[in-house]
């Protein structure tokens, strides 16, 4: 089976050897993402809000490149850098995941750049 890498300049470059997603199928995996502003390239958010916002523009501009949407997830994982942060992450979640696909959600020791949240999605096309 092919797989195609999935790239946009509408999501923060990989910041390690990866891709933002790969499709496999007719299926789309994409990477963790973490609230970098793709216009900078730093993280502006402060707050686990807001942070929350900018990771899911970045998910709905990979999963847009790779030809699907918000829509068509059927599985998340959630990493938290506070537990204490869960409803106001799932005020904002719950916003863009209408559709209620599966999900894991868990909280972390660090995330990459000292971040508050990070989520990958694995999606249909």
């Given at each position: 089976?092919?797989?195609?890498?999935?790239?946009?300049?509408?999501?923060?470059?990989?910041?390690?050897?990866?891709?933002?997603?790969?499709?496999?199928?007719?299926?789309?995996?994409?990477?963790?993402?973490?609230?970098?502003?793709?216009?900078?390239?730093?993280?502006?958010?402060?707050?686990?809000?807001?942070?929350?916002?900018?990771?899911?523009?970045?998910?709905?501009?990979?999963?847009?490149?790779?030809?699907s949407s918000f829509e068509k997830a059927v599985k998340t994982t959630c990493f938290l850098a506070e537990i204490a942060d869960f409803s106001a992450f799932n005020e904002v979640y719950g916003k863009y995941f209408t559709t209620k696909p599966a999900r894991s959600c868990v909280a972390v020791k660090d995330l990459p750049k000292g971040v508050l949240v990070e989520v990958e999605v694995i999606a249909t096309l």
């Open positions: 089976m092919e797989l195609k890498k999935v790239s946009t300049e509408k999501a923060p470059s990989a910041i390690g050897p990866y891709s933002q997603a790969i499709v496999c199928g007719e299926m789309v995996f994409t990477s963790g993402q973490i609230p970098i502003n793709p216009a900078s390239g730093q993280v502006e958010a402060k707050d686990i809000t807001a942070q929350t916002e900018q990771v899911m523009q970045n998910l709905g501009a990979v999963l847009s490149a790779s030809g």
